[in-house]
């Protein structure tokens, strides 16, 4: 193979990244929008203002351009190709002795280099904004709550002041509960003074109230300090338990953490005999990122020496929404089964690239044929 980049190569990477870096900004562009016009329904409650929607919004969208890139990617891909096919520039091409193979290569290795740029996004940039967000919205939503990034979600309730280190809905056989992981309450006295600590492993909240468990409580009096274990304790509290859950979901979500802050949430899961599923499904989904994006675009790169040349721009986008529809369908309906029956999330995330690339490998056959 000639060494890479060639004139040709140029070409086809400067029109394809252009048509993908189009089609992402107006996805992106769209989602924002749309995000927008639900952000707006949540202005009034507490301090938040159209100002803080907006920011809101805008925070998300490092996020958003990271979801919105494998899409983006293939209807670009399509779209770039298909204006070269169009205009007899790929058929040129390959009169002059550029292989299928080395097109797909001029195509993969830009995509690829905007992928890793995501994949650094995803660990960085990307879970930064969306937590600064979080934080942003809740503390304007609620005087009473706060999150703060390290030391996870904070409560007050009169006198006494709530720090959970996890926490998340939970439900089973029809009845929903909010549990919190590691929890911290800290009651003080008339006197503002410090009158005891209480560490409990497990904080839930059922209908019947609050539940402590694994309780290990610290009594601070004027010359002496006691400690008493228990296994269960009611907590008599009338902390509002839907706003502590609305909050936790915005902490706690394995979707916008990063792939080392899922790997520690794997860790403290496990170590703690608790559902780990989540959070390993969203640690896997990372690292196969850009297997999808390369899988994605090979499997449409066909289409581009037969069925875009006569087409136009709706038949190229047509066939573009229908491969990246058709791929996260698959794959979302994989990773499910892997959530049903227990296998490893590895294989669920494997398995639809590699039926993209076998597809992409026949369509190549039956084009050189």
Known sequence: MRPFPKLHDLLVARVVVGTVLLTWAVLTGLDLVLA???????????????????????????RRAYMMFPTAAVIGSLMGLGQLAASSELTALRALGVSRKRLSLSVALPLLL??????????????WAQRSADMMKSAARSNDMIVAQYSGLWAREGETFLNAQA??????????????????????????????VAHAK????????????????????ARSVAQADVDEERWESSLDAAALAANASNIWRPRYMSSAELKEGIDYRKRNQLDASEFEEYYWGHWFYPLNVLALCLAAIPFAFGSLRSGGLGRRLFIGVVFALGFWLLQTQVVKLAAVYTFDYRIAYVVPPLVMLTVSWLLFRRRSG
């Open 36 to 62: 927008m016009v639900d952000e707006l329904r949540s202005v009034g409650q507490g301090s938040y203002r159209v100002f803080d929607a907006i920011t809101y919004v805008a925070h998300t969208l490092p």
């Open 202 to 221: 497990i904080a839930e909240h059922r209908a019947s109230g609050w539940l402590l468990r694994d309780v290990r409580r610290t009594y601070f009096d």
């Open 114 to 127: 905007l992928t890793g740029l995501m994949m650094v996004n995803a660990e960085t940039l990307g879970p």
């Open 167 to 196: 926490g998340r809905e939970r439900s089973e056989d029809g009845d929903t509960w909010l549990e919190l992981n590691d929890v911290r309450l800290f009651e003080f006295d008339g006197d503002g003074r410090l009158a005891s």
